[in-house]
């Protein structure tokens, strides 16, 4: 982090804060958690060892709060702290960061609450985090005039209208609009994957491999406009010819994008191979949606799992556990057991994707052995990071 930015206020390298100090370390700790805890609270409910009474329909609530809940941290804790390195101004730390986290914390408590609290007041709760968070994030951006950076900030303000839109249908006020919203927010986060991948996979290969990089200023175009277009003719009119045209189109020009990125070159450095298999499956995922306008078979299911379990799981997972280092001053190098962690998240994909066409009449034990990788995947990243992330910075910079 620069020098003259305001990170070195006291108050926020006493001990007491470190935790508060920047965004990556409470959201990646909370919501790694989260989805390791969640996902176990999901497979007894399949199993029908729990009951939950929500007024979203289980599947949905599953959805929502993978969405809305984890990957909504992962980004929160990830835009929070880029904010800060791309403006040179902080973001949010100390109590405006604290604020966050309870908002978040308290979005996933209402959506246990089931029956028990009135809806009006679990969506009110529930939508509160996004909004805040886009005004935590937007302020420095708006503020440095870092426009390559709005997008980001328009892309936050669209997912908390998806989530607005997956309650109302929940609650019955727009009963059809659940499944689509789901569905775009998948589509919202593919996007903010494809722009921010396209930032720091190319960057972290170049930087770490010291190897030339070329990227075509039109092909970048048209992999980010690409994801862009079907998001909102997907949004509009469902799956169809046209849409699937796009997806496949998109699905190419990202994978070619990909090419140019020299993965080939990353096999030997875990941290920058985990990403570029991140990728992967998003090209898998955009194709897979593609083919499903032509092909007969249930291909959006096995599309969304490619972009949620596949790209989300993945990306996240890398991206968190590079961070994580570098942003606490330690040396770029993946402890130990973290090739575990990759090998089951990868695993975990493999098998909520080709379970259900190999083993149909096991799904429910595909499911839940999918679920335990994921699980198992999760848990090492908070064995091994968990006193990284609550620890002060090793360099003594504040943070």
Known sequence: MSSSTPFSNAVFQHR??????????????LGTLMSSVWMLLWLLLLSGQLS???HLPLPYWHAHEMLFGFVAAIIAGFLLTAAQNWTGRITAAGPSLLLLVLLWMAGRAVMLGGDILPVFLVITVDMAFIPCLLFFVARPIVAARHTRSIALVVILGVLAS???LVHLGGAGYLPTATAPALHAAVNVITLLMVILGGRV???FTRNTLQIPIHQSVWLERLAIGSVAVLLMLEAISGINALTGAIALAAGIFNLIRLLGWGGYKTLSQPLLWVLHLGYVWICAGLITKGLDAYLAGDYHSIAI??????AMGTLILGMISRVSLGHTGRRMVLPERMMLAYGLITLGVIVRV?????LPTHIVAVWLLSGGLWIGAFGVF????TSILWRPRVDGRPG
């Open 16 to 29: 007491r804060w470190t935790f508060l100090g920047t965004g990556f370390r409470p959201f990646f700790w």
């Open 52 to 54: 939950l009474n929500s």
């Open 162 to 164: 998806c989530n607005l």
């Open 201 to 203: 996979i190319p960057s």
């Open 305 to 310: 799992h490619l972009l949620t379990v596949g």
């Open 354 to 358: 080709a379970g259900p066409l190999l």
């Open 382 to 385: 908070l064995f091994h990071y």
